[in-house]
């Protein structure tokens, strides 16, 4: 048994050395600070920054357009519906199905919903590909928070003459630790998938400027660049790989951080 | 008078603001319906042509002579799960039990950050790793112990690599399982004289039992939608593998290979979206069925 748990963690860490020991000697400043330079499958020189930037644009606008969606929907079942309620339980139990749908799925989904509204594969289109896949994540975090609220709370603010969507406030401030463990971990998700993209935000070596232009993210730059005979357009590939584990690795670090200090701040 | 129209005003808010809520909700649980039917939508004109079954079973793909045949991809798919599930899941039942029931808090206290860490590990990266390490492990040293040639590009290598990605997952449902028994029965069976492992394999395992299926169909139902990283390192040649070193097409990896080209040629599109829907719909039944079962199991023992 303890073999079983020490292949698990050994694994992991032979992950991380492969990734390294490949991605550190691209490593350069250029890298991470410029823009490839002519076609990405042949041009030599430049960096990553337009999969970078274009990365940040995607987890910023779904980020914020899944939170739109999901603490609505959390404070709902949690504040206006009584705890055994029917519809809060299917709720719960059809994101924790949507939460199973692959990527895949969901990027195949949402370029039928493109060709439908006959746009072209986009920022725009990335970021409610992305929104779809994460709020399945936030919504089933952030209700796990929420729910733990102690119910004294809402009684002792409805006593004070509080309507209902007044507690809000109170229980906001209350999970605001929990919400950005959420956050982190749907950003950890929503940096990392390639397959969603993969149809909808398309290729480009260039930042997008608007909604409507296509984009790169660090997935998306690692798996095409990854079949490329030339070498350095290779090397750019496990560079973009090295930077997403970091940055995955760094996410999870903060995660745990977060909920720990909000776990020690219970009433 | 002022103070009773400040309550109107909070009255039409919270009114206002409730059903808002409410209305988000119930968009939000048409989700799944509407992915359902969008994709439906768009494969009907390959399922007039022709019958669901002879798409399963057909065995030929060349879109460019209208020939659709699923089963190549099917298999492959099957046959990628069916390893990763023979190498995780022993894995995962043997960790799971030892930090469950065993482990002192520190090494749970060392061990679960990491869990989380390869969980969120993003397929991309598993894909190098595989390219980078499991590919050319078997094509030099495991394969010509069995066979003459093997580019390394493999069912075992996507088997490989899938494995490792959803042990996370596993053997943190696992962990929940276990976590969530009555104490109450292990101190039963072990102030009657069992030892602590009799304990695990008599009560604990078998008492979890439907949990612990359940865990594994999340599993399967993740490792059947996973795509870019078994895309990357599975080889992508679309006929049956006769051996785990021979390369497979997984269903996922064949929507992600072809958009590109999906729309010059015809019923291209709608193949491949029969096949979006395919996915969807057993991952959606696994998933259910799973979920429920957790969810049976969590009311049941917390009592």
Known sequence: ?267 | MDRIKYNKYRQFKEFAIRNMMLVLTIISLTFAVIIGISLYYKSVPILDQQSLWSLLSGRSWKPLKGEFGFFPFIMGTLWVTLIAIIISLPLCLLSGIYLSEFAHPYIKKMVYPMIDVLAGIPPVVYGVWGILAVVPFISDKLAPHFVEYSTGYSVLAGGIVLAIMIIPLMISVFIEIFGALPGGLREASLSLGATQWQTVKKVVVRKSFSGLAAAVVLAISRAFGETIAVLMVCGNVAEVPKSVFDPAYPLPALIANNYGEMMSVPMYDAALMLSALLLFVIILAFNAISRLVLIRIERNFAL
């Open chain 1, 1 to 267: 048994m303890i073999a079983a748990t020490l292949a698990i963690v050994v694994s992991l860490f032979l992950i991380f050395v492969a990734v390294v020991r490949r991605g550190l000697p691209a490593m350069s400043w250029d890298m991470v600070s410029k823009i490839p330079g002519g076609g990405f499958y042949i041009g030599k020189e430049g960096g990553l920054l337009n999969a970078i930037v274009g990365s940040l644009y995607i987890v910023i606008g779904s980020i914020t357009l899944g939170l739109c969606f999901s603490l609505p929907i959390v404070l709902y079942i949690n504040l206006y519906l009584p705890e055994k309620s029917r519809l809060a339980q299917f709720t719960r139990l059809s994101f924790d199905v949507l939460f199973g749908i692959p990527s895949i799925v969901y990027g195949a989904f949402g370029f039928t919903i493109m060709v439908y509204l006959g746009l072209r594969s986009s920022l725009l289109a990335g970021i409610l590909t992305v929104t779809m896949l994460i709020i399945p994540i936030l919504i089933r975090s952030i209700d796990e928070v929420v729910r733990r609220v102690p119910k004294e709370m809402k009684d002792a603010a409805l006593s004070l003459g509080a309507t209902r969507s007044e507690i809000i406030k109170v229980i906001l401030r209350q999970v605001a630790p929990g919400i950005i463990t959420a956050v982190l971990l749907a950003v950890g998700r929503g940096i990392g998938d390639a397959a969603s993209v993969l149809f909808t935000a398309g290729y480009t070596d260039g930042i997008p400027t608007s909604l409507s232009q296509p984009l790169a993210t660090l997935p998306l730059a690692i798996f095409f660049q990854l079949s490329s005979p030339i070498a350095e357009v290779q090397d750019r590939a496990y560079a973009a790989a090295l930077i997403l584990t970091f940055i995955v690795l760094i996410l999870s670090l903060a995660g745990r951080y977060y909920s720990r200090k909000y776990s020690k701040n219970k009433i």
